[in-house]
């Protein structure tokens, strides 16, 4: 088992960030998806030993967090969500850097592993410039490389995608897949495209509570037939609302083609025709629907 989490709580003074949260991650990429203040950083932090929790019980790789964090450490690499370097500094210094942070030894296989961390994000080439010269893309890159220093089983990674361009977005996804063989990958995120195109499995967390971890198709097929689309005019916009949840208008020549979610005989009524859901709709769906646990 890569992660097993069992009730686990944290409490910021009054506020609760999670709440009796458990989680099975056992390997591959692991979709962690959330509202903004769901609770997604706070659980990373925990995860990368950086900071407490008030109840439960947490293991990674079988050590025990509160025991054995050492340990954990020595196998896990961490891209934080604020992450940010030294402007003056080099690529490499700036691996060189972290490499110092990690403990690990001066000398010829500590410099082929900051040149293969460069090269797995493809910045090899670009090792001497100056972090001040890079793009927001190619800062992420560098997160993901100083993660990767001495070649962790973990990688725990916080809204990687966040303020990146479409195009940069498809890069970085790219690069996670391409190294997630041999390691356990949990990524974090409300965007969730990153989570469709790069993850197996997906857990659905809302107010520090997890309403769903599985599969993502079995979620996809337990929420067939909610999902519903209709052509109409915008004058009947107000009125549909105020029936069903939309989840999206798309303006057509012919009108609106409005996408909602609704039960059978509502939709009937409307004359609507059912839609294939996507992880999107589906946690919408759970987001606004679900009271506890979903088991799909
Ligand atoms: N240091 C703190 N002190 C008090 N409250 C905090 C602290 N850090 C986070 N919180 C609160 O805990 C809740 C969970 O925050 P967290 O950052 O874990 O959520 P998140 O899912 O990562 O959100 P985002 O996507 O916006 O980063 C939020 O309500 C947040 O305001």
Same mark, same amino acid.
């Given at each position: 088992?890569?992660?097993?989490?069992?009730?686990?709580?944290?409490?910021?003074?009054?506020?609760?960030?999670?709440?009796?949260?458990?989680?099975?991650?056992?390997?591959?990429?692991?979709?962690?998806?959330?509202?903004?203040?769901?609770?997604?950083?706070?659980?990373?932090?925990?995860?990368?030993?950086? +900071? =407490? #929790?008030?109840?439960?019980?947490?293991?990674?790789?079988?050590?025990?967090? &509160? $025991? !054995?964090?050492? @340990?954990?450490?020595?196998?896990?690499?961490?891209?934080?969500?604020?992450?940010?370097?030294?402007?003056?500094?080099t690529l490499w210094e700036? +691996? =060189? #850097?972290?490499?110092?942070?990690?403990?690990?030894?001066?000398?010829?296989? &500590? $410099? !082929?592993?900051? @040149?293969?961390?460069?090269?797995?994000?493809?910045?090899?080439?670009?090792?001497?410039?100056?972090?001040?010269?890079?793009?927001?893309?190619?800062?992420?890159?560098?997160?993901?490389?100083?993660?990767?220093?001495?070649?962790?089983?973990?990688?725990?990674?916080? @809204?990687?995608?966040?303020?990146?361009?479409?195009?940069?977005?498809?890069?970085?996804?790219?690069?996670?897949?391409?190294?997630?063989?041999?390691?356990?990958?949990?990524l974090s995120t409300h965007?969730?495209?990153?989570?469709?195109?790069?993850?197996?499995?997906?857990?659905?967390?809302?107010?520090?509570?997890?309403?769903?971890?599985?599969?993502?198709?079995?979620?996809?097929?337990?929420?067939?037939?909610?999902?519903?689309?209709?052509?109409?005019?915008?004058?009947?916009?107000?009125?549909?609302?105020?029936?069903?949840?939309?989840?999206?208008?798309?303006?057509?020549?012919?009108?609106?083609?409005?996408?909602?979610?609704?039960?059978?005989?509502?939709?009937?009524?409307?004359?609507?025709?059912?839609?294939?859901?996507?992880?999107?709709?589906?946690?919408?769906?759970?987001?606004?629907?679900?009271?506890?646990?979903?088991?799909?």
């Amino acid at each position: 088992m890569g992660i097993r989490i069992r009730s686990l709580t944290k409490n910021y003074r009054r506020h609760r960030a999670l709440n009796r949260f458990s989680l099975d991650v056992q390997d591959g990429i692991f979709g962690l998806l959330g509202n903004n203040g769901a609770g997604k950083s706070t659980l990373m932090k925990i995860l990368a030993t950086l +900071l =407490d #929790y008030d109840e439960g019980e947490v293991e990674i790789f079988g050590y025990d967090l &509160r $025991k !054995e964090p050492e @340990e954990i450490r020595s196998l896990l690499g961490y891209l934080p969500q604020d992450f940010d370097f030294f402007p003056q500094l080099t690529l490499w210094e700036t +691996l =060189d #850097y972290f490499a110092d942070l990690k403990g690990l030894e001066k000398g010829r296989r &500590r $410099k !082929e592993e900051i @040149e293969w961390c460069l090269e797995q994000v493809d910045l090899l080439g670009h090792a001497r410039k100056r972090i001040k010269e890079l793009s927001g893309g190619m800062k992420r890159r560098l997160g993901i490389a100083q993660a990767l220093l001495g070649d962790p089983k973990l990688l725990i990674v916080d @809204e990687p995608t966040a303020g990146l361009d479409p195009n940069q977005r498809i890069a970085f996804r790219n690069l996670l897949n391409r190294i997630s063989q041999g390691r356990v990958i949990l990524l974090s995120t409300h965007i969730v495209p990153d989570i469709s195109s790069t993850c197996e499995q997906v857990a659905i967390i809302r107010r520090g509570e997890c309403l769903y971890q599985g599969y993502i198709d079995t979620l996809l097929e337990s929420v067939e037939g909610k999902v519903w689309s209709v052509q109409t005019g915008m004058q009947h916009l107000d009125e549909l609302s105020r029936q069903v949840h939309i989840l999206s208008i798309v303006r057509k020549r012919e009108g609106i083609q409005v996408t909602f979610l609704s039960d059978d005989e509502k939709a009937a009524v409307l004359q609507a025709e059912p839609v294939s859901p996507s992880l999107e709709d589906a946690f919408v769906y759970l987001d606004h629907y679900c009271k506890g646990a979903y088991h799909a």
